[in-house]
């Protein structure tokens, strides 16, 4: 299978025997005008299609040379930096500042092809943390709803770190599309490309859900964390124990980066549904979460 955007292109319309020329009639046809010298430069690797009607193109070739929705236009990488907020956002922080595998993170993201971030405005994230009856982490679900800070956003990659090195199943996806995986099980992360249904205008929101998790024995569990590199608007995390099996302290801990210990913030009360939750307003970058202790 073709790992790039122009291979992708030049092997099917190879294989349906079409002209760029006809390509072109049949896109004026839908309404979508794209010169013959970009469709030409798009096959052989010299550009990319990246403004609204280029995207667009995509979508109707994908139609056109009979091929599966999303797989030309998963192929592309995220639009190019146009203007300094793709450089600077004020207050954001690198991998570097909130993990301690950013090596293993910044290879996974160019491997996947999105090198770049900031893009994406977190206004909310949501997650449930799920410890099983072995004490073990059974899976975590995140809802996360985004806001487009430029035109042509269509993507966001979720990272998954395993301390303990065990790589979880990706076990659902919902409101986006599951594109490329990678994984790096030396370090025990995993990185999953999640395909908005189309690209966003600047300003714009969407939500996404997936979940990471373990179909057998997971991990030991005695914390969960989030890095939040960029400022976030809300964060609701709940952990989840099973009745028989709870832990006997629950504390929120906070880190501003992975160079200063977490330090217990808030002891928090175990409910009656058997979880415990933290919640968070005008977040901070650092790295947010909950531990707890066992008898």
């Not at 072109?24 to 052989?44: C, D, F, P, T």
């Not at 907020?85 to 993201?109: A, F, P, Q």
Request: glycine share 8%; with cysteine; proline share 5%.
């Amino acid at each position: 299978m073709a790992d790039s955007f122009d291979r992708a292109l030049r092997g099917a319309i190879r294989a349906r025997g079409l002209s760029l020329e006809r390509l072109h009639v049949k896109l004026a046809e839908r309404g979508i005008h794209v010169s013959m010298a970009s469709l030409s430069n798009w096959q052989r690797g010299r550009c990319r299609p990246e403004r609204s009607q280029s995207l667009r193109a995509v979508r109707a070739l994908e139609e056109i040379l009979d091929l599966a929705p999303y797989s030309l236009a998963s192929l592309l990488g995220p639009r190019r930096p146009r203007g300094r907020w793709v450089r600077t956002v004020h207050g954001g922080l690198s991998y570097r500042d909130v993990c301690e595998v950013h090596d293993s993170v910044d290879r996974l993201l160019g491997e996947i092809e999105n090198p770049l971030d900031g893009q994406l405005r977190w206004l909310s994230c949501t997650e449930t943390f799920r410890v099983g009856a072995d004490r073990d982490e059974r899976s975590v679900r995140t809802q996360a709803v985004f806001q487009a800070r430029a035109d042509g956003v269509d993507r966001h990659v979720a990272v998954h770190y395993c301390e303990n090195e065990m790589l979880p199943d990706i076990r659902r996806t919902s409101f986006c599309r599951l594109g490329r995986v990678r994984t790096a099980p030396e370090t025990g992360v995993t990185a999953a490309e999640l395909l908005f249904e189309h690209p966003l205008r600047s300003g714009d929101t969407c939500m996404v859900e997936y979940e990471f998790g373990y179909s057998g024995g997971g991990p030991e569990a005695t914390f969960y964390q989030r890095w939040f590199r960029f400022p976030a608007h809300t964060y609701l995390l709940r952990v989840q124990f099973e009745p028989d099996t709870l832990p006997t302290r629950c504390h929120r801990t906070w880190q501003p980066n992975v160079s200063t210990p977490a330090a217990d913030v808030q002891e928090l009360r175990l409910s009656g549904w058997h979880t415990v939750h933290m919640a968070d307003l005008d977040v901070r970058p650092g790295v947010h979460g909950i531990r707890w202790e066992w008898d």
